[in-house]
Structure formats: structure tokens, C-alpha cells
């Protein structure tokens, strides 16, 4: 059987979105700072998709690959705003507002998911 991280990934997920969520909060905080530019975080999904995967080696023929395979970038960019204002800020409130909906809702799912499958496995582990 092969193992499953679906924990190790919930868990990175879950620390991208209070990293993110720190960033909105941050812009939402710095909403009348004059020059202030807004951050976000690239997609979790592009930051899955650029992590490396390290393949086990089980045989002598078998290739091997880099071991450094963790996925740590969590690199803030500037945040694609609706307006810039004249002071130079462009943190859009409502733009901002709906991000952290999304962080929200995103983390309710991620823990909803990792609730039923750590019910499967406590039913499988008890033998019902």
C-alpha cells in the first residue's frame, strides 16, 4: 500500500491560507497608507504544481531525484488592484473584503474534507 499525504497537504494548505490571510489583513490595515501597494500570494495550485516531487528509489536501476522536494514558496507579489488613488494606494476595500471570503470559505472546506476522511479512517480502523 502506498502512503497518503492528504494530511501533510491539508496542513500546507491551511498554513498558505493564514499566511494569505495575514497579507489581506495587512492590506485591509494599510488601506489609507499614502503609496501603500497591495500583496497576494500566488495560487495554492501553482505553488503544488511548481513543488518538486521526490520519487522513492526501491531499486538499484531506479532514478533518483533532488531531495530537497518541499514546498516552501510562499512568495508574496503585488495584488492585481481595481483603482489607484491619488495618494498611490490601490488596496480596494471590497476587492480585499472578498479575498478573505474566499481564504474563509476555502478553509472550511479544506477542514470539512480532512474531517471525513479522518472519520473513514477511524471506521476502517475500528473494523466498520
Do not use: C
Not at 39 to 64: N, R
Not at 71 to 96: C, F, K, P
Amino acid at each position: 500500500m502506498h502512503s497518503l499525504y492528504l494530511f501533510n497537504i491539508a496542513s500546507q494548505h491551511n498554513n498558505w491560507l493564514s499566511t494569505r490571510q495575514t497579507l489581506l489583513a495587512s492590506n485591509i490595515a494599510n488601506a489609507n497608507t499614502p503609496g501603500y501597494k497591495s500583496v497576494d500570494l500566488q495560487p495554492f495550485e501553482k505553488a503544488l504544481e511548481s513543488a518538486k516531487l521526490q520519487m522513492a528509489a526501491t531499486e538499484v536501476g531506479h532514478l533518483k531525484t533532488d531531495p530537497t522536494s518541499a514546498m516552501t514558496d510562499t512568495t508574496a507579489g503585488r495584488s492585481a488592484s481595481w483603482e489607484i488613488y491619488h495618494s498611490g494606494n490601490n488596496v480596494s476595500l471590497e476587492q480585499e473584503l472578498m479575498k478573505t471570503g474566499e481564504v474563509s470559505r476555502a478553509y472550511t472546506l479544506n477542514t470539512n474534507i480532512m474531517k471525513s476522511f479522518h472519520r473513514m479512517l477511524a471506521m476502517t480502523a475500528k473494523g466498520g
